[in-house]
């Protein structure tokens, strides 16, 4: 008879996650495959390797039947298997032969998974991440009850695939408020509801556009977008923002574009409002340029000194702009809800691009968003974050301003959830923003926004959901990093 194998041919963890059968069949399997077992060895008894590994008959047994089904042993009747002397694992011969693979994306993979904001912006959640909400002043018990009601409440084919563009009721609840609030001229069913707004972005990119086009966006501007349209194989051209918000370039001067990215009502990331005169100006560059203008009306809900200027979608006639919004700095972005209004001609496309792409929000999240619209908690919470995000605004002014001086320059914030640190003594931002981040600071650098040749030198910090004690340390962190750069200030304590 055979000898039993030897003991480090089979090694069993009990403690392991992989069942016993599997970790004998494996070892056997891997012993046969390396020629450890040769063929017409004969293994042991079922009982006799149960014996010698303490563990169960039967496991035995469910191991040599998954080495039969792969004719890795052959079994009679009444006798102990054999290694098969005839059979070759399968693949084997082909696996030794070929090279080592390795799992590859596509070109267009690699475009839309290449990292687009580069190393020094800020991807961990830290203390005063720029674009993030206060969560201490997010109205839990009262997002609670609404949410409850929406899911005991909506028991209809919302709940199957009736609609992957929106809840219904939501949209009709949207095209009221978006109305009286932003002068947006929207039916219902041309308001499509999303996930999130870069997803909104990415999926308008590569359906409005093609591969090559052109597209102007802010310089500085918004990576998110960037992102999206370098993604989609688009070609961006920077288009400059001064004190009256985006420019609009001279005929000739910069290619004609399929799209236009722009955030007029307040400009990420230097907070400017784009003029009445400029926005009438874009809608008539892109009508006579057959383009589409993609309005990010971002922050419009937090501009703390007089009313907003109404959204370039209701001042254009013809089409020529698509509304996007989004619910995650007025309430969270955890909640994943956004929305976009598009001209008629392209509602029953874009639906389907949509729910093809899988872009769609939550139904009940959709539900407890109308009845929280509806029942005026919506309007008083954005009443309560704006005096509060002022006030944590002008503080972090002024604290920026007592620790570091000079060095720096700051204005207090007309709006936003995130203010401009600029940075007088010339020193690389990024080089700071990554000092800062080690030590758990979210905040990123202004120069990586822009487009072409930065002209400016900054951190973007966030203030919304951040308190003293942390604008303090952050200032004091900032200090200290200027003053081991040798830049004497005397007016910086």
């Not at 720029?130 to 609670?144: E, N, T």
């Not at 955030?263 to 409002?273: D, I, N």
């Amino acid at each position: 008879m055979e000898p039993l194998l030897a003991p480090s041919l089979i090694e069993i963890d009990k403690s392991a996650p992989l069942p016993i059968p599997e970790q004998i069949y494996r070892s056997l399997r891997v012993a046969v495959q390396k020629q450890m077992l040769a063929p017409g060895h004969r293994l042991p008894s079922s009982r006799e390797l149960a014996q010698h590994l303490g563990v169960s008959r039967n496991s035995v047994n469910t191991a040599y039947d998954l080495l039969k089904a792969e004719s890795i042993v052959t079994v009679k009747r009444g006798a102990s298997p054999i290694v098969a002397g005839s059979v070759e694992l399968e693949g084997k011969s082909k696996i030794s032969e070929a090279p080592a693979f390795r799992p590859r994306l596509s070109k267009r993979g690699e475009r839309q998974t290449a990292d687009y904001r580069g190393p020094y912006w800020a991807k961990g959640a830290g203390v005063l991440q720029s674009g993030a909400p206060a969560r201490d002043l997010f109205p839990y018990d009262m997002w609670a009850r609404c949410l409850r009601r929406a899911v005991r409440s909506l028991k209809s084919d919302f709940l199957l695939y009736h609609d992957a563009t929106g809840y219904r009721p939501l949209k009709e609840t949207l095209a009221t408020y978006l109305s009286s609030e932003r002068g947006v001229r929207a039916k219902p069913d041309q308001i499509i509801i999303t996930s999130t707004m870069q997803g909104t972005l990415t999926a308008l990119a590569t359906a409005l556009a093609d591969p090559g086009d052109a597209v102007w966006i802010e310089d500085p501007g918004y990576l998110g977008a960037r992102s999206a349209f370098l993604s989609a194989g688009l070609t961006p051209s920077g288009i400059p923002v001064d004190a009256e918000g985006c420019t609009v370039p001279p005929k000739g001067e910069v290619p004609d574009p399929k799209l236009i990215y722009v955030s007029p009502s307040h400009q990420f990331p230097l907070g400017v409002k784009m003029s009445l005169a400029r926005r009438l100006a874009l809608i008539e560059r892109a009508r006579r340029s057959g383009a589409i203008i993609l309005e990010d009306d971002y922050d419009s809900e937090f501009l703390f000194e007089s009313r907003p200027v109404a959204a370039m979608q209701g001042l254009a006639e013809e089409g020529e702009v698509i509304y996007l919004g989004t619910f995650s700095k007025s309430l969270l972005p955890g909640l994943r809800i956004a929305f976009c209004v598009v001209p008629d001609a392209l509602v029953e496309p874009l639906q389907r691009l949509f729910r093809y792409t899988g872009c769609i929000a939550n139904v009940h999240v959709q539900a407890a968003l109308a009845d929280f619209i509806e029942s005026g908690h919506y309007r008083s919470h954005l009443r309560r974050i704006r005096q509060e995000y002022e006030s944590r605004g002008r503080l972090m002014v002024r604290i920026f301003r007592d620790i570091l001086g000079n060095r720096i320059s700051v204005e207090p914030p007309t709006g936003n959830v995130q203010l401009v640190l600029q940075l007088n003594s010339g020193h690389d931002d990024c080089e700071l923003a990554i000092a800062l981040q080690k030590r758990g600071f979210s905040v990123s650098p202004v120069s990586q926004s822009y487009l072409g040749q930065a002209q400016m030198r900054g951190l973007l910090v966030g203030f919304a959901d951040a308190n003293e004690a942390q604008m303090i340390a952050f200032a004091r962190e900032v200090g200290t990093f200027l003053m081991a750069k040798l830049d004497p200030d005397p007016k910086a304590t």
